[in-house]
């Protein structure tokens, strides 16, 4: 079983998950067969379930992965240019997945914002995404920043697209703020280790806010780097 499991590549995980129904359209499809799980993950990169990646927090598994791009398709292949906003960035796996959603057309334009409060984290991502998605590094098509993503990343707002990869407790009013008129937030909210919600947050183009249940989620806090260290006793 683990040899067989070893052997498996990014194009077998991606039709498991279709086979699975987690993936149902032709864009998520495409976007996970470019972004090659084992640039990101050393362990067992094609099993689906979260892996550690230190710093008390983890990697998404990849059917969570293929629901987010799911959940904001619509704001990712509008037909324009597009801003997204990747919270808890990590080991940088969503970065370039968010920007291959993007029509080709429009990818030099676009921009993929990604943010992490641990800088070896940030630094891991870059280390990742270069792999593949140097250029668009360069590019500044993909770019990463150290800070608190509670806060958001007000210099490049407003965002048709949020992706929060962190359970809060409540939604934090700045990502609620820098959310584009018509744009899309998904974020996990409930209490560590309690029952939590996969919601979208929408923005309408008169401002107005709506949330809608997604499903049940277990995601790691999203908190402060002292308390997600252990450093602030």
Do not use: W
Not at 15 to 35: D, H, P, W, Y
């Amino acid at each position: 079983m683990s040899n067989k499991r070893q052997n498996k590549n990014q194009k077998e995980l991606v039709e498991e998950l279709i086979n699975r129904g987690t993936i149902q359209t032709k864009e998520v499809e495409q976007a996970l067969l470019q972004v090659d799980r084992s640039e990101f993950v050393n362990n067992n990169p094609y099993e689906d379930s979260p892996k550690q990646i230190g710093y008390n927090v983890t990697i998404s598994a990849p059917h969570m992965h293929a629901f987010s791009l799911h959940y904001l398709q619509r704001q990712l292949t509008s037909g324009k240019p597009v801003k997204v906003l990747d919270i808890g960035c990590g080991t940088g796996y969503l970065c370039p997945a968010f920007l291959m959603m993007i029509p080709v057309q429009f990818r030099l334009q676009s921009t993929i914002v990604g943010i992490d409060h641990v800088k070896e984290l940030v630094q891991l991502s870059h280390n990742n995404i270069r792999k593949s998605f140097n250029q668009e590094l360069e590019n500044k098509q993909i770019f990463l920043v150290t800070g608190d993503g509670r806060n958001g990343y007000q210099h490049l707002a407003p965002y048709d697209a949020i992706h929060v990869g962190a359970a809060a407790e409540k939604i934090p009013e700045a990502l609620l703020q820098q959310l584009n008129f018509g744009g899309r937030m998904v974020i996990p909210v409930g209490k560590h280790g309690g029952d939590q919600e996969f919601l979208a947050i929408d923005k309408d183009l008169q401002g107005k806010i709506t949330q809608t249940k997604l499903l049940g989620v277990q995601y790691v806090p999203l908190t402060s780097l002292e308390k997600q260290l252990g450093t602030n006793e």
